[in-house]
């Protein structure tokens, strides 16, 4: 049975809820029992990693991109081979057809308007958002940006929030779509869900977010969480895409425009790493290169810190 992990969400240590003017423990029931219903006891594979929820993944046990898989392929012997995509086809480079109409339906709590804004960019590939109509929810409370050096300077939003709400539902005095307005940019969105294809996940998102330098902190944190999901529901396929399209390809591609550019012999590479040639001709190459001509430099992100 799925039990919503609530520690992670509600003892996280840059979130502040505001406890006293939303009743956020009893929603957290309530998403927890209609989860159950409406996805884990419909037998799909509910993966909870921190505060990204992955309710319900289309290509349960591989088997609609394997199916999908053959008939590209012409293979009408085996068409229950879940294997034939990762091997035939992606480690080929061939068409990413078969998860392109696969999806993953994920839920966010206790995410931050920034994270919101960062991922809702994202429309090719994502056919689904649902964000609780930001004109009429209040918000849940304040997210710290993880480069805050002083985080006593942001217990002035709590208040402003606080206000918000006052003026739009206890007050009455403006509608909520109005006073937002007031909100500062790091408030607590209220649950939204976001479903993105497979193909989107793995070749846009979590490249941009996730593998390539210079993505926000909590930004980063977010896709993390949602590729930890992935893992959890199928970890042999999304290790085999990370495999082709991960954080190293960024290294590998420059290591091979500094090659082509400087023209570095083996003995160039040893005098940059300060290692003995004798060591660096039996050293292994893959490394070697990535250590060298591959090491990137600091994001904005890590210069500022």
């Given at each position: 049975?799925f039990?919503?992990?609530?520690?992670?969400?509600?003892?996280?240590?840059?979130l502040?809820?505001l406890?006293d003017?939303v009743p956020?423990r009893?929603?957290?029931?309530?998403i927890e029992?209609?989860i159950r219903i409406?996805?884990?006891?419909?037998?799909?594979?509910v993966?909870?990693?921190r505060?990204?929820?992955?309710l319900?993944?289309?290509?349960?046990?591989r088997?609609?991109?394997?199916?999908?898989a053959?008939?590209?392929?012409?293979?009408?012997?085996?068409?229950?081979?879940?294997t034939?995509?990762?091997?035939?086809?992606?480690a080929?480079?061939?068409?990413y057809?078969?998860?392109?109409?696969?999806?993953?339906?994920?839920?966010?709590?206790?995410?931050?308007?920034?994270?919101?804004d960062?991922?809702?960019t994202y429309?090719?590939?994502r056919p689904?958002?649902?964000?609780?109509?930001?004109?009429?929810n209040?918000?849940?409370?304040?997210?710290?940006p993880?480069e805050?050096?002083n985080?006593?300077?942001?217990?002035?939003?709590?208040?402003r929030?606080?206000?918000?709400?006052?003026l739009?539902?206890?007050?009455?005095?403006?509608?909520?779509?109005?006073?937002?307005?007031?909100?500062?940019?790091?408030?607590?969105?209220?649950?939204?869900?976001?479903?993105?294809?497979?193909?989107?996940?793995?070749k846009?998102?979590?490249?941009?977010?996730?593998?390539?330098?210079?993505?926000?902190?909590?930004?980063?944190d977010i896709?993390?969480?949602?590729?930890n999901?992935?893992l959890?529901i199928?970890e042999?396929?999304?290790?085999?895409?990370i495999?082709?399209h991960?954080?190293?390809l960024?290294?590998?591609?420059?290591a091979?425009?500094?090659?082509?550019k400087e023209?570095?012999?083996?003995?160039?590479?040893?005098l940059?790493?300060?290692i003995?040639?004798d060591?660096?001709?039996?050293?292994?190459?893959?490394?070697?290169l990535?250590e060298?001509v591959?090491?990137?430099p600091?994001?904005?992100?890590?210069?500022?810190?």
């Amino acid at each position: 049975m799925f039990d919503l992990d609530r520690d992670a969400i509600l003892h996280h240590e840059r979130l502040k809820f505001l406890d006293d003017v939303v009743p956020i423990r009893e929603h957290l029931d309530n998403i927890e029992k209609f989860i159950r219903i409406c996805y884990e006891e419909q037998g799909w594979h509910v993966a909870q990693s921190r505060r990204v929820i992955a309710l319900r993944a289309t290509d349960k046990e591989r088997l609609s991109s394997a199916f999908k898989a053959s008939l590209y392929l012409g293979k009408y012997r085996d068409m229950a081979n879940t294997t034939r995509f990762l091997h035939n086809m992606v480690a080929a480079g061939h068409s990413y057809e078969p998860i392109r109409g696969e999806s993953i339906l994920f839920l966010f709590i206790g995410v931050g308007k920034t994270v919101y804004d960062h991922l809702v960019t994202y429309t090719v590939g994502r056919p689904t958002r649902i964000a609780g109509g930001q004109r009429a929810n209040v918000p849940w409370g304040f997210e710290l940006p993880v480069e805050a050096k002083n985080p006593d300077e942001y217990k002035e939003e709590l208040d402003r929030i606080r206000n918000v709400i006052r003026l739009a539902k206890e007050d009455r005095a403006e509608q909520m779509q109005a006073a937002r307005a007031k909100l500062p940019v790091g408030y607590i969105m209220p649950p939204f869900l976001m479903e993105f294809s497979e193909e989107a996940l793995i070749k846009t998102v979590f490249r941009q977010r996730l593998f390539e330098k210079g993505a926000q902190g909590a930004t980063v944190d977010i896709a993390t969480d949602m590729l930890n999901a992935c893992l959890q529901i199928d970890e042999e396929k999304w290790n085999f895409l990370i495999d082709y399209h991960g954080p190293h390809l960024q290294q590998w591609e420059k290591a091979m425009r500094t090659l082509r550019k400087e023209h570095y012999t083996v003995a160039d590479l040893a005098l940059k790493l300060g290692i003995p040639i004798d060591e660096v001709m039996q050293a292994n190459l893959y490394d070697l290169l990535m250590e060298s001509v591959g090491k990137l430099p600091p994001s904005m992100w890590e210069k500022q810190r």
